[in-house]
């Protein structure tokens, strides 16, 4: 009997280590972010997927985030008024913090948490260019393009979003602005647009038409 209760508690004490070496031998899990799609099918429900979106409701941006909640992930001003990828990054930030929770879309898309959701890591901006919306940081700002490119025939307001505005924002560098060329209508390109048309007798309405487009290439430098 004492034979055997020793070799029982020695299989016990063999089936103890192996467990605990396997336990010890199992890979941390690796940490994941929602894939570039359900980011994508987030701020399509969201806002239209439009980064300057502003409807006067409290909530602001591609994310539409309200100003505490911004505010708690470390962003500053509006989020409307912040460049796509510091959005990307914020909503990166607060999915970590506190998974879909926030957003309603989350949940009417049926978009599930990963190992990140909650995790409590603060992301780089790194991290969070995959998203795909704003892209990485944006590089330092470019020269202005050397010849004047054709009137894009659209007039353009606050809040727009397009790629003839990159050439618009670059040519005003020429005079001092340090547009980074991101397409966006928002604050700064609106005093320019402003600054221009009074400097060259436009009507200063705020809109980007084609006689402000001239202008930039072909009229008085603002003041």
């Given at each position: 009997?004492?034979?055997?209760?020793?070799?029982?508690?020695?299989?016990?004490?063999?089936?103890?280590?192996?467990?605990?070496?396997?336990?010890?031998?199992?890979?941390?899990?690796?940490?994941?972010?929602?894939?570039?799609?359900?980011?994508?099918?987030?701020?399509?429900?969201?806002?239209?997927?439009?980064?300057?979106?502003?409807?006067?409701?409290?909530?602001?941006?591609?994310?539409?985030?309200?100003?505490?909640?911004?505010?708690?992930?470390?962003?500053?001003?509006?989020?409307?008024?912040?460049?796509?990828?510091?959005?990307?990054?914020?909503?990166?930030?607060?999915?970590?913090?506190?998974?879909?929770?926030?957003?309603?879309?989350?949940?009417?898309?049926?978009?599930?948490?990963?190992?990140?959701?909650?995790?409590?890591?603060?992301?780089?901006?790194?991290?969070?260019?995959?998203?795909?919306?704003?892209?990485?940081?944006?590089?330092?700002?470019?020269?202005?393009?050397?010849?004047?490119?054709?009137?894009?025939?659209?007039?353009?307001?606050?809040?727009?979003?397009?790629?003839?505005?990159?050439?618009?924002?670059?040519?005003?560098?020429?005079?001092?602005?340090?547009?980074?060329?991101?397409?966006?209508?928002?604050?700064?390109?609106?005093?320019?647009?402003?600054?221009?048309?009074?400097?060259?007798?436009?009507?200063?309405?705020?809109?980007?038409?084609?006689?402000t487009w001239e202008a930039a290439w072909s009229g008085k430098?603002?003041?």
């Amino acid at each position: 009997m004492i034979h055997n209760r020793r070799r029982t508690v020695a299989r016990l004490l063999l089936l103890a280590f192996a467990a605990l070496g396997l336990q010890l031998t199992v890979p941390a899990v690796a940490s994941a972010d929602p894939a570039p799609t359900a980011w994508a099918k987030l701020r399509m429900c969201e806002s239209s997927g439009r980064y300057a979106t502003n409807t006067g409701n409290g909530y602001y941006g591609a994310y539409q985030f309200d100003l505490p909640t911004w505010r708690s992930v470390g962003g500053a001003g509006r989020p409307d008024q912040a460049a796509p990828h510091e959005q990307d990054y914020r909503a990166l930030y607060l999915y970590r913090m506190r998974g879909w929770q926030p957003w309603q879309c989350a949940g009417m898309l049926k978009l599930s948490g990963d190992v990140d959701a909650r995790s409590k890591r603060v992301p780089t901006y790194a991290e969070s260019a995959y998203i795909g919306g704003g892209g990485p940081a944006p590089a330092p700002t470019p020269p202005p393009p050397s010849g004047k490119p054709p009137w894009p025939g659209v007039v353009y307001a606050y809040g727009d979003c397009a790629t003839p505005l990159k050439a618009f924002q670059l040519r005003m560098n020429a005079f001092g602005y340090g547009f980074t060329g991101t397409g966006c209508y928002l604050e700064k390109t609106k005093e320019a647009v402003l600054a221009l048309q009074r400097a060259n007798g436009i009507k200063d309405s705020g809109l980007l038409g084609p006689k402000t487009w001239e202008a930039a290439w072909s009229g008085k430098p603002p003041r």
